[in-house]
């Protein structure tokens, strides 16, 4: 069984700070990771994956997050953080059976909030 | 939202009354997903649908059932509304052959049950 854990459900930075959001897996086999942001009252869009290939994965709006297999994590980053980028992320894990099971385990969350 | 979209919107019910919420998409994606969003929970996986007439059972499946006559619709029913499933409901759609299990979500149904 899959399952993801993201240390801290509220996260608070200030305008221009580093924003880093963690987020640890567990999978029997080697997985598909993903990075989920929901903005007030809206769905989820994908931020960024990885599925295996470079271990560091640019994804949109300057985020970033990189794969290490020996920490099981997934952390994701972005060097400044912008007023915008104030919403709730979630991280996700596939076991990346491609036509079999293709279904995603989410986080609970991390709510971010930016400090002017 | 990657041409989904989802009705209602917003719905408000009582205890004991049937609803289905409908999710339409123009991708001509094979899998869709519906999923329920509750604070401290993330979302979680109530059924799924591999094509037309396909289904199977996810995480919270439990006083929810679904079906899927054509590949652009898939509906949930609550048989029985409990006041345990308000929640947001999500709908999201994949498709394998394109890449790796990426998913596209819906923007939501707000559903209160009282």
């Known amino acids: 069984a899959q399952s993801v854990t993201q240390l801290g459900s509220h996260v608070s930075v200030s305008e221009g700070a580093l924003v880093l959001l963690r987020c640890n897996y567990s999978?029997?086999?080697?997985?598909?990771l993903f990075w989920y942001v929901q903005y007030p009252n809206q769905g989820l869009q994908l931020l960024l994956k990885y599925t295996s290939a470079a271990t560091l994965v640019k994804g949109i709006n300057g985020f970033e997050a990189e794969f290490k297999k020996s920490e099981t994590s997934f952390h994701l980053t972005k060097p400044s953080a912008h007023m915008s980028d104030a919403a709730e992320y979630f991280c996700?894990?596939?076991?990346?059976?491609?036509?079999?099971?293709?279904?995603?385990?989410f986080g609970t969350g991390t709510r971010l909030t930016i400090i002017p | 939202d990657a041409g989904i979209t989802q009705s209602p919107r917003h719905k408000v019910t009582e205890t004991g009354t049937p609803v289905t919420l409908r999710c339409h998409q123009t991708e001509n994606h094979r899998y869709m997903y519906w999923y329920r969003q509750d604070p401290g929970h993330g979302l979680r996986l109530i059924h799924y649908?591999?094509?037309?007439?396909?289904?199977d059972k996810g995480e919270v499946s439990d006083g929810y059932s679904v079906s899927r006559s054509k590949t652009e619709d898939f509906l949930l029913t609550l048989e029985s509304a409990t006041s345990s499933q308000t929640s947001v409901y999500f709908c999201?759609?994949?498709?394998?052959?394109?890449?790796?299990?990426?998913?596209?979500f819906g923007p939501g149904t707000r559903l209160t049950v009282l």
């Open positions: 996700a894990v596939s076991d990346g059976v491609l036509g079999g099971n293709e279904k995603l385990t």
């Open positions: 999201a759609i994949s498709e394998p052959r394109a890449s790796t299990d990426t998913q596209y």
């Open positions: 999978s029997s086999v080697p997985p598909y």
């Open positions: 649908s591999y094509g037309v007439k396909d289904t």
